[in-house]
């Protein structure tokens, strides 16, 4: 049986949204156990007692939003995210999925689960939407690394691919280096080099890709380094909920006729809402760790905590951390 | 009376859309010259004769969005762009304005007009809309520099902010620096250092800034290393207008009912789209230069480009670029 460690006090909704969640992607998962560390009355409260696919382990701390991730770790050493890190370190859990502080989760990732031989950087991947279907992109790294060197990113894509093909299921994926502009020796030195080093790689590497190109679905996955991967996530999701937060505000409080509208229009509004939906995806992986890590947005509901549960499920089965192993201990 | 250098010939409208907007805007601006560069019998029809506020300069070519910048600037020397610069540099005419290809308009900038004295590097900056107000902010630098270093970014923040208060009208501009997270320390070398020269300097430093949090209005000036701004401002401009175009096809390919929603919320969505209406802001000012440079949009149509000309008005009017000299040349 493949062992889940699941941070039951982690992000905004914790532990309710995550104990449905995992409630509810359960049946499905008939291989899969699930370990909730959290505060022990409130998972006996939530969790059915007897279950074979459900255990709790009692943790007394939490590690909240605005700690400072290394020091977080290192003093709350009885908190539900390293208790539960430790035990995927000691191979009683199989994979870890969080919801809280993401600077933590990350700096758990790498200093107890910790890194597979070879891999010089893990770096933090999520499935992101795009225009026209709904097979979404990769894009890596987007804040694991505030400095990355060429062979960071040519390893991160090599990773990112193999997740793409194996466990959202593309063949061939299309790898493209995100660039300020479209031609090969566009960007600073860092990007020219990647340049090459994915033109010398095996996969699939179709060139550079520009920042307004990103939601048009032309890659599969995207390479870019940690800083400039962060500033352009943030910026799409930042870009993406002013428009549609001044969009509801203007339909709502502009009278009768626009609220009017918007009713009739309602369907075709959620049909857009919906392609943009990236917690169908799942959430961000740590790439590059002895076992995966994800982690999903602190503001995540149990709709996207299920996804985030059936992903890790798929990443266990395609056991693509084993493959990781064998490719970089090369 | 101040002499405008008008590329006619640069952008999807040229000469049109640039020759309306012009005429437009000529009126409002009786101390302004307008020189126009471009194909000789396209320009006499468009234009009237014997208007003392409008000069033709005959060009016979064109730089095209294709063409290599640096090449199309050495060997499309009677081009439209590069006589245009040419007459610039000698002191013919006070900015110049274009449409065209951007690579070449820097190109031309930094090599033709020149450099300030003690400015580094000129930096691109475009004025960017918030969802709160109509003020906006500054971006510098989206893309004239693949490589930057912290003395660059000082500099940009400092010709960014005293643009902001002249040209904007804002009081003592709010300048943050585009970071990976909110705290001091964040980032790679570069920024951490750039966070140190800000909070040194006498600017009205707010400290960083996330993507997220670009278009909420927190700050009238934003600077970031030219290769990250680049691929922000395009994240931006795609994200934003792959929503557009998902929600007008919603609207208007969903049946009756959603076309009728639509009619109904059309003032509500226009109001919407008013606000991130960048084309009242003017053009992407290229700072550091001897003298004005102001790049459009290729898509432009008259209305961006009457801002534009409104917009190099201003900052002659403010006399930027002796403000600039003055302070750099210390």
Redesign the interface.
Known sequence: MRKIAIDAMGGENAPEAIVEAVLKAKPELPEDKFIFFGDEGKMKELLPADDDQIEIVATTEVILDEDEPVKAMRTKKDSSMVVAANWVKEGKADALLSLGNTGALLTCGIFIVGRIKGVARPGLMPTMPV?SSDDGFNIIDV?AN??SKPEYLLQWAEMASCYAEKVRGVSKPRVAL?N?GAEFD????L?KEVYQLLQDSSLNFTGNI???????GKADVVV?D???G??????????????????KD??LN?GV??K??????????K??AS??DKDKYGGAVLLGLNSPVVKQHGRSDARAVYYAVKQIDKILTEDLTNTFKQEFSK
């Open positions: 225009e804040g505030a400095t995100l300020n566009k960007g600073d030195d990007h520009e920042g307004h190109e990103l939601l048009q870019t940690g800083f400039t962060n500033a352009v996530l943030k910026s799409i999701e930042g870009t993406g909920s002013v428009i549609i937060h001044m969009l203007g339909l502009n006729k626009a009017l509208g918007a009713l009739l229009a309602k369907d075709a509004l049909s857009v392609r943009f």
